[in-house]
């Protein structure tokens, strides 16, 4: 049997028919997605394709209105605890205790997942020292900047050694330098056979850190499997993207003939109203 055949067999998450309304809003529309275990994988798509709503239903922290989702075999509605405890995640806009300090998060975090205190302790300084956290470790999370929330999420989501590790836009706002930390933290815990399912719309990054993706648009899946295939012939995924999310053509800005026209009434005429010298 080949890999993808046994990734698939006994997948990390198995979605069936899963669907979100806010209201009149569509978020999610009955989506099926098998996620294979062990894999970097990617879900991706446009600004409100419903990938935030989909992570929130498949990690328990959104009930979905329909539908089934498992993770490695355990059903997340049915059974939250078991399932919870054997994922991380670093959800969108995490919200942190602001008034400890990034060792005091990680052994509070530790207590909350039953881990001995001095296993916590060592895998607190492990995770610290990786993510260059070190020296700030005293310092309080309130007082963290963008890249370093980011990282101490990801040490907490990390902490209990979760088979799935699911990442809302783990590299929003992170500079190039944390980038490649977490990167490498990532590339590291996947190769002991783990699972990070992770957003983006940044397929550059998506295309150098997937073996697998997902593609969504307007609450569907277009396109799930290997990135190979996904990309197919075209020469990016981002081009791939481009057509499978029917964006291609779309933006070129012609209609903005008022922009950059250097005056405030706008019409394409050097920025002046119809008839003024
Ligand atoms: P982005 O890449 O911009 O973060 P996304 O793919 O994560 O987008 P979602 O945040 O899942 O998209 O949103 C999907 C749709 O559901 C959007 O139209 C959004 O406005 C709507 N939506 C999401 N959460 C809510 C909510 N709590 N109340 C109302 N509408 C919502």
């Not at 997942?113 to 260059?132: F, S, Y």
């Amino acid at each position: 049997m080949s890999d993808d055949v046994v990734a698939e067999a006994d997948p990390a998450v198995r979605v069936h028919g899963l669907w979100k309304r806010f209201g009149q809003q569509v978020a999610v529309a009955g989506i099926d997605l098998t996620l294979p275990a062990g894999r970097f994988v990617g879900l991706v798509g446009p600004n409100g394709a419903g990938k935030t709503t989909t992570l929130s239903m498949v990690t328990g922290l959104l009930r979905p209105d329909d539908g089934t989702v498992e993770v490695r075999g355990t059903d997340v509605w049915r059974d939250p605890v078991a399932v919870k405890a054997r994922i991380g995640v670093l959800p969108e806009g995490l919200r942190l205790f602001e008034r400890l300090s990034g060792r005091e998060l990680l052994a509070y975090t530790g207590r909350l997942r039953g881990i001995p205190g001095a296993e916590t302790d060592r895998r607190a300084a492990q995770l610290l020292d990786v993510l260059d956290l070190t020296a700030d470790r005293h310092k309080l999370v309130v007082d963290y900047s963008t890249g370093m929330r980011k990282k101490i999420g990801l040490a907490a989501a990390l902490l209990h050694n979760p088979e799935v590790l699911f990442l809302d836009e783990p590299f929003e706002g992170v500079d190039p330098v944390s980038a490649q930390v977490i990167r490498g933290v990532l590339e590291r815990y996947t190769q002991s056979g783990a699972t990070v399912v992770f957003s983006s719309h940044v397929m550059e990054l998506v295309e150098s850190l997937c073996d697998w993706v997902a593609v969504m648009a307007a609450g569907r899946i277009v396109a799930q499997g290997p990135l190979a295939e996904v990309r197919g012939a075209a020469p990016s995924l981002q081009d791939a993207f481009l057509t499978l999310v029917g964006a291609t053509g779309r933006g070129s800005g012609q209609d903005l003939d008022w922009l950059g026209s250097g005056g405030v009434n706008g019409g394409g005429n050097g920025g002046r109203p119809s008839g003024a010298k």
